[in-house]
């Protein structure tokens, strides 16, 4: 069993120790979130009433897998846990009332636990503690039924996504990486790849992610799972975590020409500062990075890219400048996370060296550094907040996609005021604008107003409220008058429609956003200052 970050995230881990089961047991797999009650989720188990829980911990279920722990400690159940969160400095979860811990892969390992039998791989009890760490032969989990397809899953497959692994292990050995500590890239056999691809074409997926740490470590093995999933016939996407630039030409030029929506990219940038990169053993060839992500970005590539503050090195002002320098690429996501110390990490050990104070409970954040202060990180975790909110959310894209050139110092300002309007967790859409229009008023934009009304109706399924006046009612019944000389319905204008201001293309326009009877969102029309129709964008 495990808790879960949300529904839509399903737990791997569970379904390959499931298929690698003792026959001679009844397994039962049990997902909760972390939104369920302790109480509800002891009265579940307790309608089962298992002869052994086995519970999956990372760093976001940790707390609540204390938790019960703890419940269940009167029931007096054999509880073995495994995961990364517990498999390196795991001294106080033995503290809890557990039986033994599973030190890394545990197919074969939990099951020899689950017996009881003598000398198990990375076995670790209150008696008996080991320095080995397990691993699965890929062969042998070739031969298990597939993890991917279970018939569990039938019901909801359509509503979750499906974490696939190509690989295990990772080439590189970034120092705040878990996955620098298993470097052997460990490969599942093409033919085995395909075979479960195939099946996609019909049970299909919310989205395909693949857990390969670098999915293009081998170019060319990466063209050919790649290509069989550009010809599978399905309708879903497929995301990868890739080194971009290590992508070889023709990687590129293979992604370059597909269908749009088919592939996304995750791509760790992390930062810009080449002593920060060379202090985390992270190499990076910053001009060929760019270079790629421009080439993908203008040939459709959806890219998630991700900066990590908190880094040695890296100071408040060179961290809004690899903030600048990604923000400029355009990529669809922008994730600034705050770099977390995670257990058995060589950047965790080395915490003293650069002066690092960190969060002792999960996620173990980064609090300070010695490049960094506690006032300056709180404030990147207020812009991040920001940042997520409008820009990745698209709900600025027209915005910000005219005002990039500032940079980090909108979304600064921004968080600025938003957090002065209202707490910002609870900040509503409404707000952000607000807050944008603020800030672009500080920066001196003229049409600050009808800038930001580009996005503001796209947000609304109904009729939102006015974020500025309207334009002069003269105007607005000139307008109508001309429409109305041209077929349109004069009820349907005054009752279902709003006439406001809009930009484009550094002009001052109007706009006119058309509802349905039922208030639903149809149709914006733009116009010239002239009444002259310049485009439709239906909905």
């Known amino acids: 069993m495990t808790f879960n970050a949300s529904y839509i995230h399903p737990n791997l881990a569970l379904r390959w120790l499931y298929v690698a089961r003792d026959k001679s047991h009844d397994v039962i797999i049990k997902e909760y979130t972390l939104k369920d009650n302790i109480s509800k989720v002891i009265d579940d188990i307790e309608s089962i009433k298992p002869d052994v829980i086995g519970i999956s911990v990372y760093i976001w279920n940790s707390e609540k897998t204390k938790e019960l722990i703890r419940a269940l400690k009167p029931h007096q159940y054999r509880i073995i846990l495994g995961g990364p969160e517990v498999s390196y400095e795991y001294e106080k979860w033995l503290l809890e009332d557990i039986e033994a811990i599973i030190k890394g892969e545990g197919e074969i390992s939990f099951w020899q636990a689950v017996n009881r039998q003598e000398n198990v791989l990375g076995l670790v009890t209150k008696d008996k503690d080991t320095d080995t760490y397990g691993y699965t032969d890929i062969a042998y989990l070739e031969t298990l039924e597939s993890p991917y397809f279970l018939s569990v899953d039938d019901d909801n497959r359509a509503n979750r996504y499906l974490y696939f692994e190509s690989s295990r292990g990772c080439p590189y050995r970034c ?38 740490r670098t999915f293009n470590s081998n170019p060319e093995r990466a063209l050919e799972i790649a290509s069989y999933i550009n010809d599978l016939n399905v309708d879903t996407s497929f995301q990868f975590e890739v080194a971009l630039e290590f992508f070889s030409p023709k990687l590129l030029e293979f992604f370059a020409n597909t269908k749009k929506g088919k592939f996304r990219f995750e791509v760790g940038v992390q930062s810009f500062n080449d002593e920060t990169l060379k202090s985390i053993r992270r190499y990076q060839n910053a001009d ?22 908190g880094l040695p090195y890296e100071d408040y002002d060179s961290f809004k400048n690899s903030f600048f320098k990604l923000f400029s690429l355009k990529t669809d996501e922008i994730q600034m996370g705050i770099l977390k110390l995670l257990k058995g990490t060589s950047l965790r050990s080395d915490c003293q060296k650069y002066a690092i104070t960190y969060n002792e409970l999960p996620p173990y954040e980064v609090l300070s550094t010695a490049w960094i202060s506690k006032e300056e990180m709180d404030r990147i975790k207020l812009v991040a907040k920001v940042i997520d909110k409008t820009y990745n959310s698209k709900r600025l894209k027209e915005t910000f996609d005219i005002l990039f050139i500032e940079g980090y110092d909108i979304f600064e300002i921004m968080a600025d005021y938003g957090s002065r309007i209202v707490k910002i967790d609870k900040i509503q859409v ?5 807050a944008l229009y603020l800030t672009l008023e500080k920066f001196g934009y003229k049409d600050a107003s009808r800038l930001i009304l580009n996005d503001y109706y796209k947000q609304f399924k109904e009729k939102p409220k006015a974020l500025f006046e309207r334009p002069d009612q003269e105007i ?4 109508y008058r001309y429409l109305i000389s041209l077929g349109y319905d004069e009820h349907e204008l005054n009752e279902y429609s709003i006439f406001d201001h809009a930009y484009k293309n550094q002009k001052a326009i109007y706009q006119l956003v058309t509802y349905s009877n039922k208030h639903h969102l149809q149709s914006i029309r733009y116009f010239d200052l002239d009444f002259n129709l310049i485009d439709i964008i239906y909905y």
Do not use: G, W
């Open 476 to 479: 607005r019944k000139d307008f």
């Open 288 to 309: 060929k990075l760019t270079a790629n992500i421009h080439f993908l970005k203008q040939n459709d590539i959806v890219m998630h890219t991700d900066l990590i503050a």
């Open 175 to 212: 120092a705040y990486c878990l996955s620098s500590l298993d470097n052997r890239v460990r490969n599942f056999s093409i033919d085995y790849i395909k075979k479960q691809l195939k099946i996609l074409e019909e049970k299909t997926p919310k989205q395909v992610k693949f857990l390969d």
């Open 430 to 434: 409404y707000d952000y604008f607000m």
